[in-house]
C-alpha cells in the first residue's frame, strides 16, 4: 500500500494557527463548520493543511473567530503559491525543503558525510553520482540555493552543525574534492550564522550513535521544533514535543562533548596541511 502523502509544511502550519484560534474563541469543530456553511470533515482537513485555504475563508473565520492577524492573511497567500523549489522540477511532498525554508535556525549533527547546507558543488555531485542519480546539476543547484540564506540579510538562517570526524575523513570524491571541501568548511566557520563544531572519534561513544538527525526552530515562538531523520529507505518529520524534546537533549550532549569553534577549525586546517 502506497504511503499517505504529507500535506505541504505551510499548509499544515496554516490549518494548525487556524484550528487554535477557533479554539481560542470558544468555537468547536462542529459550531464553527455550521458558521461557516462548511461540513465537519471540510473543516478539519483544513485544520490539518490536506485542503487549501484561501484569503477570503480565512478573513471570515477572523470575523467568525473575533480575531484580526494581517500576519495570517499574508500566510495564506504565501501558502497557495508554488514554492521556490519546484521551478527546479522538484517535488517535496510536504518534506524537508518546505520546512527549512520557513525555519530560522537550524541544529545537525552529521554522522557521516559533510552536511547539505556545507557542501561544495564537487562534493554534492560525487555524492549524487555515488546515489546512482542521474540529475546532479538539480542536486546542486538546490543545495546551492539553500546555502545562500547562510549570507542573507533579509532572511539569514542561523546553523549550529556538530560534525563527525568520520565525515572529514571519508574521501567523497577523491582527494581533490576533499581538500576543496574542508577549505570550504573553514571559510564557511567565519561565518556569523555559522558555528560549526567537530565530535572527534576519541570521543568514542555518544548518545547519537545511531545516525544524523536536524532540529528547526522558527520565527513565530507558536511554531513548535521540529525533528527531521534521513534513514536508508526514507525519512522522519516529527513534531511530538516530547520527542524533540528527548532530540533536543540528545543534540545539547553531542555540544558538550565537541571541540569548540576555533578547536574545530584548528583540526580541520590540519587536516589540510595549514598551519
Known amino acids: 500500500m502506497a504511503k499517505a502523502e504529507r500535506p505541504p509544511y505551510l499548509r499544515r502550519r496554516l490549518g494548525a494557527k487556524l484550528r487554535r484560534m477557533r479554539e481560542a474563541s470558544g468555537h468547536t469543530l462542529d459550531s464553527a463548520a ?6 465537519r470533515s471540510a473543516l478539519h482537513r483544513i485544520e ?10 480565512v478573513r471570515t473565520m477572523m470575523d467568525l473567530y473575533d480575531h484580526v492577524d494581517q500576519a495570517l492573511i499574508d500566510e495564506t497567500r504565501r501558502s497557495l503559491r508554488k514554492p521556490w523549489f519546484s ?3 522538484v517535488q517535496d511532498n510536504g518534506g524537508y525543503l ?6 530560522s535556525h537550524v541544529d545537525e549533527f552529521a554522522a557521516q558525510i559533510v552536511p547539505g547546507l556545507l557542501q561544495t ?4 555531485r560525487a555524492l549524487v553520482t555515488t546515489r546512482g542519480r542521474t540529475n546532479s546539476d538539480q542536486a546542486a543547484l538546490i543545495r546551492l540555493f539553500r546555502q545562500r540564506r547562510l549570507i542573507s540579510e533579509e532572511r539569514p538562517l542561523t546553523y ?3 560534525v563527525d570526524e568520520a565525515a572529514l575523513l571519508r574521501q567523497v570524491g577523491g582527494p581533490a574534492v576533499m581538500r576543496e571541501q574542508l577549505h570550504h568548511l573553514i571559510e564557511l566557520a567565519n561565518l556569523p550564522t555559522v558555528n560549526l563544531r567537530v565530535l572527534t572519534l576519541a570521543q568514542g561513544v555518544h548518545d547519537a550513535l545511531p545516525g544524523p538527525f ?3 526552530s522558527f520565527p513565530d515562538p507558536e511554531d513548535p521544533e521540529y525533528l527531521y531523520v534521513e534513514h536508508v529507505t526514507g525519512t522522519v518529520h516529527n513534531e511530538d514535543e516530547d520527542e524533540v524534546r528527548e532530540a533536543r537533549m540528545v543534540f545539547a550532549q553531542l555540544q558538550s562533548v565537541a571541540l569548540d569553534p576555533a578547536e574545530s577549525v584548528a583540526l580541520i586546517k590540519r587536516r589540510t596541511g595549514r598551519p
Do not use: F, M, P, R
Open 160 to 162: 549550529t552543525a556538530i
Open 98 to 103: 518546505a520546512v527549512e525554508t520557513e525555519a
Open 214 to 216: 536536524c532540529l528547526l
Open 121 to 124: 558543488d564537487g562534493y554534492i
Open 87 to 89: 521551478a527546479y522540477g
Open 34 to 39: 455550521y458558521a461557516l456553511d462548511k461540513t
Open 48 to 57: 490539518t493543511g490536506e485542503t487549501k485555504a484561501n484569503v477570503h475563508l
